[in-house]
């Protein structure tokens, strides 16, 4: 009923969507959820845990780039204790993987030439 930032943008600014919208509507343009192990989809686990769930998945953006996206679903309970929604949150992690790969990959280099001018002395 209500997109936060990130599904607005995974969205295209999408606004005609008739009844209840699902996550893989709008960030893989499909009607059918996730099935694969390594990308579950986080409203299944939690119709059949109950619990709130974490998951980091590929995603497309509206114009076709690949995004990876950190999902979170938790369920939202009536008074009786009956599952009556899910609260899905999705947050781009795109650029902070990108910048935690290239201070690795920097440190490695950093230590590399400090072992090089180590054994040269």
């Not at 919208?21 to 499909?30: A, M, P, T």
């Not at 980091?56 to 009556?84: C, D, Y």
């Not at 201070?103 to 054994?119: E, F, G, P, V």
Request: charged content about 20%.
């Amino acid at each position: 009923m209500l997109m936060n930032k990130a599904a607005h943008q995974f969205s295209a600014g999408r606004t005609e969507f008739q009844g209840p919208v699902f996550c893989y509507q709008i960030s893989h343009l499909r009607d059918n959820p996730c099935t694969r192990n390594h990308h579950p989809c986080p409203i299944k686990v939690v119709r059949k845990t109950g619990r709130p769930v974490r998951v980091l998945h590929q995603h497309f953006s509206a114009i076709g780039k690949m995004r990876s996206v950190e999902i979170s679903a938790s369920p939202l309970w009536n008074p009786e204790g009956e599952l009556t929604g899910i609260i899905e949150l999705m947050r781009d992690l795109t650029n902070q993987i990108k910048e935690e790969k290239e201070l690795i990959d920097h440190n490695k280099k950093l230590q590399s030439l400090s072992i090089q001018h180590l054994a040269l002395h």
